[in-house]
DNA sequence: TTGCCACTGTGTCGTGAATACACTAACATT
DNA sequence: AATGTTAGTGTATTCACGACACAGTGGCAA
């Protein structure tokens, strides 16, 4: 069933950065390409949009289709349009990244017989296509983004402690910070919700868990308040 | 002299949001449809891309084409992917945003019959598509990226006294500043070249006149530095 | 020439935020 | 009971931000 236009038409495909974090670091997944071109090496999940679905559902849809993810933070990152980008022919992909915690989802093995697997970011093969230059742009967004948006509580679960929460900022900031500056600063603003339970099987005093309130979090938000860490 | 895919196929399209400064106002380029979908309404300069071309190069080939703008700063916005954006058919349009001065680009009219004019952003038409949200996706982008990226200057002439870029402040934050403090910090940061020039033609004492320092400023950059109003 | 107008250009002080820094408490394991 | 491991906490110093007012300059008009 072909389509014909008077003048000829890029392909337009998304594809999306998937940051997830464990105790070691921050990763990213990959899937292992089966077909041409670039058979056999990495590449980030994603595909071609079809007419009926926004570029936002186009990219929700991939990414469940090729690793499982679900109901994950899904953000618009930037438009790749190099004309030689894709060796076939003149594709236009729409890039996303996501964020999810590595314990709620587990490396679900790829739909369709490509293999998906967690890479930490300081351990990364080159990647099919111009997908090095997506995930770098990526690294850098969430690496601007976190530090004035709490997107980042999106990487954890939904309770944690302020021992973890530090880590990630680690992590993702690839640098130290002060245990009792990071608390102060935290708790001060007002967003975290303490709860009555505390960590659970360490071999240590346990930790309090916190809750993330998204609530007084958009209250503060309209009361011009700035999140900063 | 038609083209024919396997899959229908989306246009692609960008379009530009042109951001220009005058005494008055932070002001919009637009441009009067001449042609169905909405004809006579007022839209962003835009168009189809080609496929010879990058997404970058089409919005600046449009803009010079519809706005006889060349040389000006242009940066992608985010890209617009609605289902029914365009009451014809499936068009995806990457968005971008150019900032000039409007001493130096005078208003141009427009090439191809349709009339080009720039716009306050407090007296603003309703705009043809989605242009509307696009317009408002722009000005917030630059509200943000103003505060921590010296961007600003391209809406200034290249030598610029302090109050103009105050003011020039003052009209994308939409409030007052406080002029002592501002001129501490902007100067404390050492981006800005002291000319040995003054204003001309002015009915009172003339102000002396500065030139944004790119160099200084890379430096900055690299040794980790933070420009931020 | 004098006065007036419009804008330029400058410093301080108080307050709140950011940083640097080290020990005790709690709990589990042996 | 002793050990190991992490949790949890306060202070002092420095730095940045914001609030705030007036004298100086030069053109212009009377």
Redesign the pocket.
């Known amino acids: 069933m072909p389509y014909t236009y008077e003048y000829a038409r890029a392909a337009l495909a998304v594809d999306c950065v998937v940051f997830g974090l464990d105790d070691e670091d921050l990763k990213v997944m990959l899937i292992e390409r089966g077909q041409p071109p670039f058979k056999g090496r990495w590449a980030l999940p994603g595909g071609f949009v079809r007419l009926d679905e926004t570029l936002f559902e186009a990219a929700r849809r991939e990414l469940e289709e090729e690793t499982g993810l679900k109901r994950v933070f899904l953000e618009q990152l930037y438009t790749f349009g190099d004309v030689k980008r894709d060796p076939r022919e003149r594709v236009v992909s729409v890039a996303y990244y996501a964020l999810c915690n590595l314990r709620d989802h587990k490396v679900q093995g790829a739909t369709d017989a490509s293999a998906a697997a967690w890479f930490g970011l300081h351990d990364l093969p080159s990647l099919a296509f111009d997908h090095d230059e997506i995930l770098r742009t990526a690294v850098e967004r969430i690496r601007g983004k976190v530090r004035y948006v709490p997107i980042g509580f999106e990487l954890l679960p939904r309770k944690f402690?302020?021992?973890?929460l530090q880590k990630m900022y680690e992590k993702i900031l690839d640098r130290q910070?002060?245990?009792?500056?990071f608390?102060?600063?935290v708790?001060?603003m007002g967003i975290l919700e303490e709860t009555d339970e505390?960590?659970q099987?360490?071999?240590?005093?346990?930790?309090?868990l916190y809750r993330f309130d998204e609530l007084a979090y958009k209250r503060l938000v309209k009361q011009g308040f700035n999140f900063?860490l």
Not at 161 to 164: A, G, I, R, V, W
Not at 177 to 181: A, Q
């Open positions: 402690t302020l021992t973890q910070l002060d245990k009792r500056n608390r102060k600063k708790l001060g505390v960590q099987d360490v071999a240590h005093r346990a930790a309090r900063e």
